[in-house]
């Protein structure tokens, strides 16, 4: 099923001409988030180029996503403006309210009993006012996203903070507070600062045990968790676009732990396999028509450092599997000196548990690495040493890895396959 097809059509159809416009505006080639931000301005294009880190903007998001911790104050607001439906497609997801303790079914079950009164309040709210409804189990708020909603060159926003996964499919995709999300269920606009831009240019291409998830770590390591704030990260290059789009969402996703006001790839083919591959082949088709309104103008690929306020370049060809932590998201240390570390800082040498899974690492490409991983540890004869768990990112990709054997891989060796939810890195561990 395809959701928002005419909002998309619409799009599409009004982008190439607000592009232009805005291309002329500011007399310049522009990034592929100029080129989103610019299209969905609230009201007509301004006199003047609005200047970045500097003027704030009013924005008109397509899409609003909310998870169950954070969608209650917002749909009590909500329910007090005057509408009898949301001006915008709009979702609640039921994800974060899930205690990771004994198992998927069992968990689930608790869940539902002990948090029955907010999802019973979620669903009749979002019955009555024509939001989407995500019951607990269905999935991880950002995965479902990705797999149902994001589309490239679109807007959203979400009460919650790895809302930019989207940037997988090329959306510029911001997390906000309840309160911005009921303003653009109202039909209101969204005030934003102009971001600044930070390019990050990939070349080369990922190989051995090398994934996307290094490439945040990496960058995490160069920027620092400060050094996003108020700016969009854009990557681009040949090197992005050898990486699939839920690798390309893993790397958006952990622009949060650097600060960035979101993280976006150009449209490409590995977008488009992923839109065919979810059943969104119309929407693929369609980004296709516009592709090089959905990419940088090739004068900023070609000179980077005159477009972007700040560029980092990586060749992935020379980058090797990284470990971040502890403490913080941005002590960045490549696997081959982390035995050094450990004993040069004295850090516990005993990994007590893992986990496999979690916003940014929940698709069937992450679960299905770690399965590899597991079958060949099994073949040499190893056993798991430590406690570890899976959450499945969706119900897709919990079907997918049960149809593939992968969860029958992990139970093998003890591993322990929670609900597809976010309990585990929001502290509902036990």
């Given at each position: 099923m395809v959701f928002d097809l005419d909002l998309i059509k619409k799009l599409y159809a009004e982008m190439p001409g607000k592009v232009d416009a805005a291309r002329k505006l500011t007399g310049k080639p522009l990034t592929l988030a100029e080129k989103i931000l610019y299209a969905h301005l609230y009201n007509a294009q301004p006199a003047t180029p609005y200047s970045r880190g500097k003027d704030y903007v009013?924005?008109?998001?397509?899409?609003?996503?909310?998870?169950?911790?954070?969608?209650?104050?917002?749909?009590?607001?909500?329910?007090?403006?005057g509408r009898s439906r949301v001006a915008v497609p709009s979702t609640v997801h039921c994800d974060h309210l899930i205690q990771a303790k004994a198992g998927a079914v069992q968990d689930l079950a608790t869940a539902n009993e002990v948090n029955k009164e907010v999802y019973?309040?979620?669903?009749?709210?979002?019955?009555?006012?024509?939001?989407?409804f995500w019951k607990p189990g269905a999935g991880?708020?950002?995965?479902?996203?990705?797999e149902n909603?994001?589309?490239?060159?679109?807007?959203?926003?979400?009460t919650d903070s790895h809302t930019p996964n989207a940037g997988g499919l090329g959306m510029v995709a911001i997390g906000v507070g309840g309160a911005d999300a009921v303003d653009v269920m109202a039909g209101l606009p969204w005030e934003l600062k102009m971001p600044k831009l930070i390019g990050v240019k990939l070349t080369g291409r990922m190989s051995g045990?090398?994934?996307?998830?290094?490439?945040?770590?990496?960058?995490?390591?160069?920027?620092?968790?400060?050094?996003g704030t108020g700016a969009i990260v854009e990557y681009f290059g040949p090197g992005a676009d050898s990486i699939s789009a839920t690798g390309k969402g893993t790397i958006c996703n952990m622009g949060a732990e650097i600060g960035a006001t979101c993280s976006v790839f150009s449209y490409d083919s590995k977008m488009a396999d992923y839109l065919n591959g979810t059943g969104r082949a119309?929407?693929?088709?369609?980004?296709?028509?516009?592709r090089n309104y959905l990419r940088p103008d090739e004068e900023v690929m070609?000179?980077?450092?005159?477009?972007?306020?700040?560029?980092?370049?990586?060749?992935?060809?020379?980058?090797e599997p990284y470990v971040n932590g502890p403490f913080t998201p941005d002590l960045a240390t490549p696997i081959s000196k982390m035995a050094e570390a450990v004993k040069e800082n004295g850090w516990p040498e005993k990994l007590e548990v893992a986990l496999i899974g979690s916003c940014t690492n929940s698709s069937y490409e992450d679960i299905s690495r770690s399965a590899s991983i597991v079958k060949d540890a099994v073949s040499q004869g190893l056993e798991a040493k430590s406690e570890f768990t899976i959450?499945?990112?969706?119900?897709?990709?919990?079907?997918?890895?049960?149809?593939?054997?992968?969860?029958?891989?992990f139970e093998s060796v003890g591993g322990v396959v929670l609900a597809n939810a976010c309990g585990p890195c929001i502290g509902q561990w036990a």
């Amino acid at each position: 099923m395809v959701f928002d097809l005419d909002l998309i059509k619409k799009l599409y159809a009004e982008m190439p001409g607000k592009v232009d416009a805005a291309r002329k505006l500011t007399g310049k080639p522009l990034t592929l988030a100029e080129k989103i931000l610019y299209a969905h301005l609230y009201n007509a294009q301004p006199a003047t180029p609005y200047s970045r880190g500097k003027d704030y903007v009013d924005f008109a998001p397509d899409r609003v996503a909310m998870q169950d911790a954070t969608a209650q104050m917002a749909l009590l607001q909500f329910s007090t403006a005057g509408r009898s439906r949301v001006a915008v497609p709009s979702t609640v997801h039921c994800d974060h309210l899930i205690q990771a303790k004994a198992g998927a079914v069992q968990d689930l079950a608790t869940a539902n009993e002990v948090n029955k009164e907010v999802y019973d309040f979620l669903s009749s709210i979002s019955n009555k006012y024509g939001i989407g409804f995500w019951k607990p189990g269905a999935g991880i708020i950002h995965q479902v996203v990705l797999e149902n909603y994001a589309f490239p060159g679109g807007m959203m926003i979400g009460t919650d903070s790895h809302t930019p996964n989207a940037g997988g499919l090329g959306m510029v995709a911001i997390g906000v507070g309840g309160a911005d999300a009921v303003d653009v269920m109202a039909g209101l606009p969204w005030e934003l600062k102009m971001p600044k831009l930070i390019g990050v240019k990939l070349t080369g291409r990922m190989s051995g045990w090398v994934s996307a998830k290094d490439v945040i770590l990496w960058v995490a390591g160069q920027l620092t968790v400060k050094g996003g704030t108020g700016a969009i990260v854009e990557y681009f290059g040949p090197g992005a676009d050898s990486i699939s789009a839920t690798g390309k969402g893993t790397i958006c996703n952990m622009g949060a732990e650097i600060g960035a006001t979101c993280s976006v790839f150009s449209y490409d083919s590995k977008m488009a396999d992923y839109l065919n591959g979810t059943g969104r082949a119309e929407v693929a088709s369609l980004a296709d028509g516009i592709r090089n309104y959905l990419r940088p103008d090739e004068e900023v690929m070609a000179d980077p450092a005159k477009y972007y306020d700040q560029v980092l370049e990586l060749d992935l060809d020379t980058l090797e599997p990284y470990v971040n932590g502890p403490f913080t998201p941005d002590l960045a240390t490549p696997i081959s000196k982390m035995a050094e570390a450990v004993k040069e800082n004295g850090w516990p040498e005993k990994l007590e548990v893992a986990l496999i899974g979690s916003c940014t690492n929940s698709s069937y490409e992450d679960i299905s690495r770690s399965a590899s991983i597991v079958k060949d540890a099994v073949s040499q004869g190893l056993e798991a040493k430590s406690e570890f768990t899976i959450t499945p990112g969706s119900e897709l990709v919990r079907y997918t890895i049960e149809r593939d054997g992968f969860i029958n891989t992990f139970e093998s060796v003890g591993g322990v396959v929670l609900a597809n939810a976010c309990g585990p890195c929001i502290g509902q561990w036990a």
